[in-house]
């Protein structure tokens, strides 16, 4: 972690282009944390308010459709950032946050970033880009959460997930298929519709489970599954 930390800010997207001094000025006011994989680093509803920044690793975003039902809204790579928007609006968390992997964070108050976004409007630009490329996205995941059946939103993930195969000419496949839990909380299904989806799929031949990855055999099918479930945007 003291490694990590020693490298600063000066990898966080967010203030890519600012002056060494005012990150340093930044960097003065946060706190320093490191989380283990799946380590909450806050619950939805909470009063806090700090902005977190991903100096290493990586966290999961969270939320639920039903209490016993939890949905991955994003993950939060290195180099970017989370929880602005408690610290905008004052108001409890929206979401749930826990790491994915070990990673080191750093924390900065609520009013503080504020006043970063006041000083630097470079910054309160890009947040807004976020915001933008946010709301975006959630629109099509409450489009396919309430109108696309569990097995639908599934088959769109994994055409969505799918990348051009190098050992095949056109042919696609998911080099580390996420297990039936991840995928669950991406699509908002259950995990027997995960299995059954798959199952289905591989029978029609659509699909072969190989290892940890998954062969796309019939690429044109697949898509056609997709976007008669509602829609996908293709690679």
Known sequence: MVGVALSGLGNIDLFAGLPSEAIAEIEAKVTWHQFRPDEQVFDKESDTLEVYFVVAGSVRILSYIRPDREVALANVVAGNYFGELAAIDGRERSARVVAIEDSVLASIDGPEFMGVMMRHPLVAVRVLERFARIIRALDNRVTDLSTLTEGQRVMVELVRLARPDPRRMDGYYIPDLPNHKELASWTGATREAVAQTIG?????????????SLIVRDWSKLQAL?????GVTEH
């Open 200 to 212: 289905e799929l591989a029978r029609m031949g659509v699909v072969e489970r190989r290892s940890m």
């Open 226 to 230: 997709a976007r008669a479930s509602g």
